[in-house]
């Protein structure tokens, strides 16, 4: 079992930056991929970023590309999403996962996480 805890969300002007991060209990961090998703009201939970077990490996969708950069430090058990140049587009709420395996072409699939965090607010204003 691995527990997780988003925190940093918050209210944002346009244009602004957040950092979310997200801390893992339970079992050894290391073994999974960890990803943040988000959902916006009325609509289904989308992938924003993924990153592998050791770091190596970044991916993106292309709504954030260039903008967010997402991290992890395996020493502090967490996974970061920082977040530049917000739009209000990018309100939602957003989800720290973990995956056992890192699936190079359907790692975007909210089906191959195994474990979820309860999620953090996001609302960037305009």
């Known amino acids: 079992q691995v527990q997780l805890v988003e925190s940093g969300g918050g209210l944002v002007q346009a244009g602004g930056s957040l950092r979310l991060s997200c801390a893992a209990s339970g079992r050894t961090f290391i073994d999974y991929a960890m990803a943040w998703f988000r959902q916006a009201p009325g609509k289904e939970r989308e992938f924003v970023s993924i990153?592998?077990?050791?770091?190596?490996?970044?991916n993106y969708a292309d709504s954030v590309k260039g903008r967010f950069t997402i991290s992890r430090d395996n020493a502090k058990n967490t996974v970061y999403l920082q977040m530049n140049n917000l739009k209000p587009e990018d309100t939602a709420v957003y989800y720290c996962?973990?995956?056992?395996?890192?699936?190079?072409?359907?790692?975007?699939?909210?089906?191959?996480?195994?474990?979820w965090g309860q999620g953090t607010q996001v609302t960037v204003s305009s």
């Open positions: 996962a973990a995956a056992r395996y890192y699936y190079t072409t359907t790692y975007y699939s909210s089906q191959k996480y195994n474990y």
């Open positions: 990153i592998t077990r050791n770091g190596g490996t970044t």
